[in-house]
């Protein structure tokens, strides 16, 4: 089955993101992005921005950049960041962006790999699990030949290979005011087929992979994104994605291209704080986001002492029944649903509303498939909560639900230009402006997934409906195939799993196997509070999984899943890991996906255990 967007490409009035900039600089007294400095937040002028971003590419080009030439960015999201991206590009040369995250061996590997001739590094702040990041990029610099210079936003330098951001800008300024014209005339040369970034994939199956990007690509996804006006000009954007991520990427095209107010929040940590500080109108999240909302809801709700609780109960257990007719296709006709939102989840809407601002008028869910069950939460709140779809390899946004014709459990019909087709074996296949010009050095992995007449093969698979909207089923590489045949959908039970407040992470397991199993972490906070109110005192995290009432818990928990699948898909047995998935551990990547490979090959010993207790009947 094949599906195109009913509407033409848009014209391509910037053919790079340098010139989308100049356009909004036009305006040079408009207030451009937000940000908290010394402890007050500040607005920043496209005019300041566009300043900045001629300084520091000429200060670039001083240093002896050559145009083609990769320079990383290994720093948390802020718009110091945007305006190195920016300026990397005014330079001619190519964007290498490296998450936060990332541990040395990983930092090492996409600096070699890239080749990347500098460095931008922010500070060298600890994190709770690792050393900073600029103590991070040192330990691997000699085994990174290609770096010539690292600059430091922060700090002071380390030896004669280190130099200060600022240091730089005032070089730059002094090269940029010798011959001004130069910035214009790299903005003009620069071509929509010229690569803009190497973004690398998260590594869930082996080696990241270096995803080359081109100008054309995000000039496309900023006039595609403005055209279906998931964002408008006069938005107030909340900002905290890592710009090592492309949908952080997709959201800065955007803005170059729409010059909305971006906020660049402090940190994912103070996100709560920012969001009730600046009241922005639009926050873009991974699903990861809802979820710790729902969660939290769920368990302070249920929680409450007396009536409260009660009544809290009562309405969340309407939800349920609300959840089970949206996704058996009936529409739901309950009376006393009505009375529920009156007197719980009109509350539930006051307080979120409180804690998010007041203003948001949209989330922008991507990065992850969302469980229909929280997208079903958030509408019966009253908010509109857009899921999309895309790839690295895609720039991100391929397929986006419209503002005003959302359809929860679907990412939407494809964006203007862009096509879609469903290959036999259910594949979703994309072609369009989008699609990444190939792996960097890696022609034989293009090859594999890039067909020569532009169709991309997304490893997904999925069905477009009558109205052309995408519903994305399962990974393709993740389908369990049991010992009896049957396939299943593991992230479709894991999404269900992860709605109940007390599972943190799920994996299922069960390919080649007679039946399936379920490896689960928990989520702290409410695990030890169903401890402390069953008279237990909780010790570590390790020895949480252990305790029987927390165990039979888990149980209930796989029992209401299991009642809503088939018979063949239920799981038979389960595990509680004694540590959260972490970056850090290895389970999970820098966006917050599970590696499968990896947990399945680390807890090999405690799913064959879970095979070895006794047979059990498909």
């Given at each position: 089955?094949?599906?195109?967007?009913?509407?033409?490409?848009?014209v391509?009035?910037?053919?790079?993101?340098?010139?989308?900039?100049?356009?909004q600089?036009?305006?040079p007294?408009?207030v451009?992005?937000?940000?908290?400095t010394?402890g007050?937040?500040?607005?920043?002028?496209?005019?300041?921005?566009?300043e900045?971003?001629?300084?520091?590419?000429?200060?670039?080009?001083?240093?002896?950049?050559k145009?083609?030439?990769?320079?990383a960015?290994?720093?948390?999201?802020s718009?110091?960041?945007?305006v190195?991206d920016?300026?990397?590009?005014?330079?001619?040369?190519?964007?290498?962006p490296?998450y936060?995250?990332?541990t040395?061996?990983?930092?090492?590997?996409?600096?070699?790999?890239?080749?990347?001739?500098?460095?931008?590094?922010?500070?060298?702040?600890k994190?709770?699990k690792?050393?900073?990041?600029?103590t991070r990029?040192?330990?691997k610099l000699?085994e990174?030949?290609?770096?010539?210079?690292?600059i430091?936003?922060?700090?002071?330098?380390?030896?004669?290979?280190e130099?200060?951001?600022?240091a730089?800008?005032?070089r730059?300024?002094e090269?940029h005011?010798?011959?001004?014209?130069?910035?214009?005339?790299?903005?003009?040369?620069?071509g929509?087929?010229?690569?803009?970034c190497?973004v690398?994939?998260?590594?869930?199956?082996?080696?990241?992979?270096?995803?080359?990007?081109?100008h054309?690509?995000?000039?496309?996804?900023?006039?595609a994104?403005?055209?279906?006006?998931?964002?408008?000009?006069?938005?107030?954007?909340?900002m905290?994605?890592?710009m090592?991520?492309?949908?952080g990427?997709?959201?800065?095209?955007?803005?170059l291209?729409?010059?909305?107010?971006m906020?660049?929040?402090?940190?994912t940590?103070?996100?709560m704080?920012?969001?009730?500080?600046?009241?922005p109108?639009?926050?873009p999240a991974?699903?990861?986001?809802?979820e710790k909302?729902?969660?939290?809801?769920?368990a302070?709700?249920?929680?409450?002492?007396?009536?409260?609780?009660?009544?809290?109960?009562?309405?969340?257990?309407?939800f349920?029944?609300?959840?089970?007719?949206?996704?058996?296709?009936?529409?739901?006709?309950?009376?006393?649903?009505?009375?529920a939102?009156?007197?719980?989840?009109?509350k539930?809407?006051a307080?979120?509303?409180?804690k998010?601002?007041g203003?948001l008028?949209?989330?922008?869910?991507?990065g992850?498939?969302?469980?229909?069950?929280?997208?079903?939460?958030?509408?019966?709140?009253g908010?509109r909560?857009l899921?999309?779809?895309?790839l690295?390899?895609?720039?991100?946004?391929s397929f986006v639900?419209p503002?005003?014709?959302?359809?929860?459990?679907?990412?939407g019909p494809p964006?203007?230009?862009?096509?879609?087709?469903i290959?036999?074996?259910?594949?979703?296949?994309?072609?369009?402006p989008?699609?990444?010009?190939?792996y960097?050095?890696?022609?034989?992995?293009?090859?594999?997934?890039?067909?020569?007449?532009?169709w991309?093969?997304?490893g997904?698979?999925?069905?477009?409906?009558?109205?052309?909207?995408?519903?994305?089923t399962d990974?393709?590489?993740?389908?369990i195939?049991?010992?009896g045949?049957?396939?299943?959908?593991?992230q479709?039970?894991?999404?269900?799993?992860?709605?109940?407040?007390?599972?943190?992470?799920?994996?299922?397991?069960?390919?080649?196997?007679?039946?399936?199993?379920?490896l689960?972490?928990?989520?702290?906070?409410?695990a030890?509070?169903?401890?402390?109110?069953?008279g237990?005192?909780?010790?570590?995290?390790a020895?949480?999984?252990r305790?029987?009432e927390?165990q039979?818990a888990?149980?209930?928990?796989?029992?209401?899943v299991?009642?809503?699948?088939?018979?063949?898909?239920?799981?038979?047995?389960?595990?509680?890991?004694?540590?959260?998935?972490?970056?850090?551990?290895?389970?999970?990547?820098?966006?917050?996906?599970v590696?499968?490979?990896h947990?399945?090959q680390?807890?090999k010993?405690v799913?064959?255990?879970?095979?070895?207790?006794?047979?059990?009947?498909?």
């Amino acid at each position: 089955m094949r599906a195109e967007s009913q509407l033409d490409t848009p014209v391509a009035s910037a053919r790079n993101l340098v010139e989308l900039l100049l356009q909004q600089a036009q305006s040079p007294a408009k207030v451009a992005a937000s940000r908290k400095t010394g402890g007050r937040w500040e607005d920043v002028t496209w005019g300041h921005i566009l300043e900045e971003v001629k300084a520091l590419s000429a200060g670039l080009l001083a240093l002896g950049l050559k145009p083609g030439e990769r320079v990383a960015v290994f720093a948390d999201t802020s718009l110091q960041w945007v305006v190195c991206d920016l300026a990397i590009s005014a330079a001619q040369a190519i964007t290498v962006p490296i998450y936060a995250s990332n541990t040395p061996d990983e930092v090492r590997y996409i600096l070699n790999h890239s080749e990347a001739s500098f460095v931008f590094v922010d500070h060298d702040e600890k994190t709770p699990k690792q050393a900073g990041r600029a103590t991070r990029l040192r330990q691997k610099l000699a085994e990174s030949p290609s770096v010539r210079k690292v600059i430091l936003f922060e700090g002071s330098p380390s030896g004669d290979m280190e130099l200060t951001l600022e240091a730089l800008v005032i070089r730059g300024r002094e090269a940029h005011a010798a011959r001004p014209e130069s910035f214009d005339e790299r903005a003009r040369a620069m071509g929509p087929d010229d690569v803009c970034c190497i973004v690398y994939t998260s590594g869930t199956t082996g080696d990241p992979k270096g995803v080359m990007l081109t100008h054309g690509n995000w000039s496309y996804e900023a006039l595609a994104v403005k055209r279906i006006s998931v964002m408008l000009p006069s938005d107030s954007v909340m900002m905290f994605l890592p710009m090592a991520h492309s949908f952080g990427q997709v959201v800065k095209a955007a803005w170059l291209s729409m010059g909305f107010r971006m906020v660049f929040a402090e940190s994912t940590e103070k996100l709560m704080d920012n969001l009730m500080e600046t009241h922005p109108t639009v926050l873009p999240a991974v699903p990861r986001v809802f979820e710790k909302v729902f969660s939290k809801v769920v368990a302070d709700g249920t929680a409450e002492p007396g009536v409260k609780g009660r009544l809290v109960r009562w309405a969340f257990a309407l939800f349920d029944e609300y959840v089970e007719a949206k996704n058996q296709g009936r529409e739901p006709h309950m009376v006393g649903l009505a009375l529920a939102r009156k007197l719980v989840f009109s509350k539930v809407r006051a307080k979120l509303d409180a804690k998010l601002g007041g203003n948001l008028r949209l989330f922008v869910s991507g990065g992850a498939p969302l469980s229909r069950k929280i997208a079903y939460f958030f509408e019966l709140l009253g908010y509109r909560v857009l899921e999309g779809y895309g790839l690295t390899e895609t720039s991100a946004a391929s397929f986006v639900n419209p503002p005003e014709r959302i359809k929860l459990g679907t990412v939407g019909p494809p964006l203007p230009g862009t096509d879609v087709r469903i290959a036999q074996d259910g594949e979703i296949l994309i072609r369009g402006p989008g699609v990444m010009k190939g792996y960097y050095k890696n022609p034989e992995s293009t090859a594999e997934v890039l067909e020569p007449d532009g169709w991309f093969h997304s490893g997904d698979i999925g069905e477009v409906d009558v109205d052309g909207y995408l519903r994305i089923t399962d990974r393709k590489k993740d389908i369990i195939v049991t010992s009896g045949g049957k396939n299943i959908s593991p992230q479709n039970i894991e999404n269900m799993l992860k709605t109940h407040p007390l599972i943190s992470q799920a994996v299922v397991h069960g390919d080649k196997r007679k039946y399936l199993v379920a490896l689960v972490t928990v989520s702290e906070e409410p695990a030890r509070k169903l401890l402390t109110e069953k008279g237990k005192t909780p010790g570590s995290y390790a020895e949480l999984g252990r305790q029987p009432e927390l165990q039979a818990a888990v149980q209930e928990i796989l029992d209401k899943v299991n009642a809503e699948l088939p018979s063949y898909s239920t799981l038979k047995r389960f595990a509680v890991i004694e540590s959260d998935f972490s970056q850090e551990s290895g389970e999970l990547t820098p966006s917050l996906k599970v590696k499968r490979k990896h947990v399945s090959q680390k807890y090999k010993s405690v799913l064959d255990g879970l095979y070895e207790k006794g047979d059990l009947a498909d």
